[in-house]
């Protein structure tokens, strides 16, 4: 690990004058990638005294400051209660140790786990703009099928990220006096030729907290995630689901993937062949069968497209009570 200077403001105006400097909380993922040297700031600037905690749930729908740990948020009643595919999403993550330390803001800027992007002797044009992608030719069981460009083929590697994104939760962002609200889906970019720039964040701009609105499908919600190993372990595929459902028809549906594309991967057309149907296994199979569409699969993780589709089916199963 490289030398740095430590910096730790209390208030957010002396957070803002960091720079380019990076800023830390729990800081499980940003210390790994130091010592790996994939990562080397000049100054680290701690932002645990700034004031950005707290979990409420009222009216408008559930508000999480974007420095609770994820245990915490995990366990927190209402989350339990209100938003069950956040609390499931949580507790598969990482292990209970990593939990305890990991920020909610820092889990949504966590970086991929695509061995070649943590590897700083072979290319990776995630790390190193230009210098190709050794995942395209290389080991690519991991990688996504979904999402993907001739620059990037990388996983994006957050469980909470999936389930937040079904529930069409925002997040604001806070940058020098002023601040704005950001749809989490549409601050994951796609790689395209340009994977290094993976959100929307700019320069010294913060994640302060993560916004969830109040929903009918909320409650009945849930999070399943198929890996290798049952815990510690990055998702081969994962399912986020909602539904909203009247006796024996679903209403609406709100359903995404993780583990098989760059980005939390929304499945708008599972959601249209949902809306509407009978709530039975012929109508899951059915709507499952359009998880993968688009898919471009690589020579090692062709099986994720039927995966992701038993997957779909598995969790509908499960939030509709058939399973």
């Known amino acids: 690990m490289r030398a740095f200077t430590y910096k730790a403001p209390s208030s ?3 957070a803002g004058e960091a720079g380019k400097s990076n800023f830390i909380a729990g800081g499980t993922t940003m210390i790994d990638l130091m010592k790996l040297e994939v990562m080397t700031p000049e100054q680290l600037v701690d932002i645990n005294h700034l004031p950005m905690r707290g979990i409420e749930f009222g009216n408008e729908g559930l508000r999480i400051g974007a420095l609770e740990r994820m245990s915490a948020v995990a366990a927190h009643a209402d989350v339990v209660k209100n938003y069950p595919v956040i609390s499931e999403a949580l507790l598969q993550s990482a292990s209970t140790q990593i939990r305890n330390m990991a ?5 949504l800027l966590q970086r991929t786990r695509c061995g070649y992007f943590r590897d700083v002797h072979t290319p990776c044009n995630k790390r190193e703009p230009g210098s190709g992608c050794s995942a395209l030719d290389g080991e690519n069981r991991m990688h996504a099928i979904l999402g993907t460009s001739s620059s990037c083929v990388a996983t994006h590697a957050s469980d909470l990220a999936v389930a937040l994104v079904a529930l ?13 609200l950001v749809s989490l889906d549409d601050f994951y970019l796609l790689p395209g030729e340009t994977p290094d720039k993976e959100t929307k964040l700019k320069p010294g701009e913060l994640i302060t907290e993560i916004l969830v609105p109040r929903s009918p499908w909320s409650q009945r919600s849930t999070y399943v995630k198929i890996r290798d190993r049952q815990s510690y372990e990055f998702a081969l595929t994962s399912i986020a689901v909602a539904l909203d459902i009247d006796g024996n028809q679903i209403k609406d549906a709100r359903i995404a993937a993780g583990g098989v594309a760059t980005k939390p991967w929304k499945l708008p057309r599972v959601r249209e062949a949902l809306i509407g149907k009978p709530l039975n296994e012929q109508t899951f199979d059915a709507a499952a069968k359009l998880a993968g569409e688009g898919a471009k699969p690589l020579k090692q993780n062709g099986f994720k497209v039927e995966l992701l589709q038993r997957t779909v089916t598995r969790a509908l199963m499960k939030v509709g009570g058939l399973a």
Request: glycine letters at 20%; charged letters at 20%; a neutral charge.
């Open 103 to 107: 920020s909610m803001g820092g889990n």
């Open 168 to 180: 069409d939760a925002s997040i604001r962002l806070h940058h020098g006096g002023s601040t704005r």
């Open 12 to 14: 957010f105006s002396d």
